[in-house]
Nanobody, 119 residues
Framework: QVQLVESGGGLVQPGGSLRLSCAAS????????TGWYRRAPGKQRELVAA???????NYADSVKGRFTISRSNAKNMLYLQMNRLEPEDTAVYYC?????????????WGQGTQVTVSS
């Protein structure tokens, strides 16, 4: 079992920045991949960015060049640095991890943190 707690959301003006954090606890040694998803009002949940245990990253086209995902294995933390925010980035952001235990994969989600981009 892995527990995830996000923080860092809030209200920011267009062009501003926010840094989301996700603290992982529990069976963190089994974590393989981590990422951030978001769900905007009236839309489906979408992948924002992902990073594997080896450091490989993947970004949604809409955030490339603006968002940066990183992780600290020593601190069991996942981060999402969001720059040049746009109103279209308004959503609830969720931390997500995939663990591998005895050959089986499991998904865990945080409770979500609201990001609102508005003037």
């Amino acid at each position: 079992q892995v527990q995830l707690v996000e923080s860092g959301g809030g209200l920011v003006q267009p062009g501003g920045s926010l840094r989301l954090s996700c603290a992982a606890s529990g069976s963190v040694a089994s974590i393989y991949a981590t990422g951030w998803y978001r769900r905007a009002p009236g839309k489906q949940r979408e992948l924002v960015a992902a990073i594997t245990s080896s450091g490989s990253t993947n970004y949604a086209d809409s955030v490339k060049g603006r968002f940066t995902i990183s992780r600290s294995n020593a601190k069991n933390m996942l981060y999402l640095q969001m720059n040049r925010l746009e109103p279209e980035d308004t959503a609830v952001y969720y931390c997500h991890v995939v663990t591998v235990v005895a050959g089986s994969m499991y998904d865990y989600w945080g409770q979500g943190t609201q990001v609102t981009v508005s003037s």
